[in-house]
């Protein structure tokens, strides 16, 4: 069977390295792609929003399965496209895409579902957003855009003023576009985040591995919000009996409620959860793999993805057995480039790619890269994501950061706390 991965980050070179590993995946081609991707498949010059030319494609190719990987085709309904051309496709709908590109709809709908998330306000005035907050106790909140911006829309304020400003950014100028049409806000809650992703066809769940994000820019969870810079998996916090729980409690009653609303769900069901001290809520629900939680769950993952994707899209779920898993943990650091998550430079030659990857139990997944004469460049905020497993967490970090440590570019920085809370 021919493969078609629409994308161009880290996301997508682990699903195209994982999937070439499938006997049953005769090519993998990638559109667009990036330099890494071209080596694990074959690069489609073809952009992720150009349904007419993805569509073309996979019919010259004979792609007898599309895999999506970000969320704005998605959103954008490539899935609803490709089925009206009777060709299969893994992903939500453009309806049922609106889980993630609107907080405002998934607000709602957690509140009808009963399932446990923040107390929220939703507002469509930047003046109305900013009376609520002056007239309100000052205490801590999290300021959100209603629509996609890349998972940099989110702002956690520690008091009024710092939300006030949020609100102005967002609503008022505009940071990101029409995303801020619409503000979320709610109150902020404390504890550790955690990343629970699930895979279903709208009638049976195969829940993965829990992960754990690290969205902040810097050590420490100090700085901007920015797409993630890095995860591990499995992460300890989230045991045996709360993955059940969240299951139970969250996966099951939003399929149930998608399928109410008329939007039933297929893909991926990414829970954003933060483990508080009155147990799990939903932070917000992602409809793709994660990037970067994809790389390392995918570096643990035994069991052929290509089968379960294809039983998804088939809605035969249901005859796929437990999935198998590396009993080793994996961590994935993200390197970035010099003013990331804000304005950053291109072009800058990475050195030290081969040596990195030669490791034992590496792999550098590539996202913001591209090949120019002859060799790869620079092309994104994150640039790459190097994952590694261990026989522990200590080792599995270990072994990244050595590979961090062969690869080198002008201005290129990363964490260097990727794991730690798994070790505290």
């Known amino acids: 069977m021919n493969i078609l991965i629409v994308g161009n980050g880290g996301r997508e070179h682990a699903l195209a390295w994982k999937i070439t590993q499938s006997p049953r995946a005769d090519r993998v081609f990638v559109a667009p792609g990036n330099a890494g991707t071209d080596y694990d498949g074959e690069n489609v010059d073809i952009q992720a929003t150009d349904f007419p030319a993805l569509v073309k494609f996979a019919k010259e190719n004979r792609v007898g399965l599309t895999v999506v990987g970000p969320e704005s085709p998605l959103a954008a309904g490539i899935v609803d496209v490709f089925e009206a051309e009777r060709l299969r496709i893994f992903g939500p709908t453009r309806a049922a895409a609106e889980l993630e590109a609107s907080k405002v709809f998934c607000k709602d709908l957690l509140r009808h579902a009963d399932v446990p998330t923040a107390e929220y306000h939703s507002f469509t005035d930047p003046d109305e957003a900013q009376k609520f907050l002056n007239d309100r106790e000052d205490v801590p909140v999290v300021v959100k855009a209603d629509g996609l911006a890349a998972g940099k829309g989110v702002v956690v304020c520690t008091g009024r003023d710092e939300a006030l400003q949020a609100v102005d950014r967002l609503a008022r100028k505009k940071e990101f576009g029409t995303s801020g049409d619409r503000l979320v806000i709610e109150e902020r809650l404390d504890g550790q985040e955690a990343s629970v992703l699930a895979i279903t066809d709208g009638r049976t769940i195969v829940t993965l591995q829990p992960a754990q994000d690290h969205k902040a820019a810097l050590d420490g969870g100090a700085g901007p919000n920015t797409g993630g810079m890095g995860a591990y998996c499995p992460a300890p916090l989230v045991d045996d009996e709360m993955l059940h729980w969240i299951e139970e409690r969250v996966l099951v009653p939003t399929v149930h409620a998608m399928k109410r609303a008329r939007r039933p ?109 002859g060799e790869v460049v620079a092309a994104g905020g994150r640039v790459l994501g190097v994952t590694a497993l261990g026989e522990n967490i200590a080792k599995a970090k270990l072994n990244a950061y050595r590979a961090v440590k062969c690869i080198r570019w002008p201005g290129a920085w990363c964490r260097k706390d990727i794991s730690d809370k798994a070790m505290a």
Not at 324 to 329: A, M, S
């Open 265 to 373: 769900f297929l893909g991926v069901l990414y829970a954003g959860l933060m483990i508080t001290s009155q147990g799990p809520k939903v932070l917000e629900f992602n409809v793709r793999f994660g990037d970067p939680e994809c790389q390392p769950l995918l570096m643990r993952l035994k069991t052929d993805l290509l089968d379960v994707l294809d039983a998804a899209v088939d809605k035969r779920l249901d005859r796929i057995g437990p999935l198998q898993w590396d009993p080793r943990p994996a961590v994935c650091v993200v390197m970035a480039s010099q003013g990331y998550p804000g304005h950053y430079a291109k072009g800058q030659p990475i050195r030290g790619l081969v040596d990195a990857d030669a490791l034992p139990d590496v792999k550098v997944f590539h996202a913001g890269t591209a090949m120019r004469n």
